[in-house]
Nanobody, 116 residues
């Protein structure tokens, strides 16, 4: 079955960096676009970034553009999110997602907290 497992969340100071990872299994990873979302307390889930199946095209939400970078390693069935210049507004649970034949599959999320 499709499984997505996020990791890398942590407590970080403002201005710091983190690299999130999502390990995928149960589907042909290299055939599907992948996305990162986040959800802050009391807010709706927000799309953060997306990457095509081959990694050629990436897109970002306005709030993270220029600070976050999405990448993937199809040999290792993993997608990453490099987050730089973090601010308290980036505090959220971060999820990776894949859409397969009309169904969204989500990981369990990883907590990122930006605080001094």
């Amino acid at each position: 079955q499709v499984q997505l497992v996020e990791s890398g969340g942590d407590l970080v100071q403002p201005g710091g960096s983190l690299r999130l990872s999502c390990a995928a299994s149960g589907f042909t990873f290299s055939s599907y676009a992948m996305s990162w979302y986040r959800q802050a307390p009391g807010k709706e889930r927000e799309w953060v970034a997306g990457i095509t199946s081959g990694g050629e095209i990436t897109n970002y939400g306005d709030s993270v553009k220029g600070r976050f970078t999405i990448s993937r390693d199809n040999a290792k069935n993993a997608v990453h999110l490099q987050m730089n210049s973090l601010s308290p507004e980036d505090t959220a649970v971060y999820y990776c997602k894949v859409w397969i034949v009309g169904v969204d599959y989500w990981g369990q999320g990883t907590q990122v907290t930006v605080s001094s």
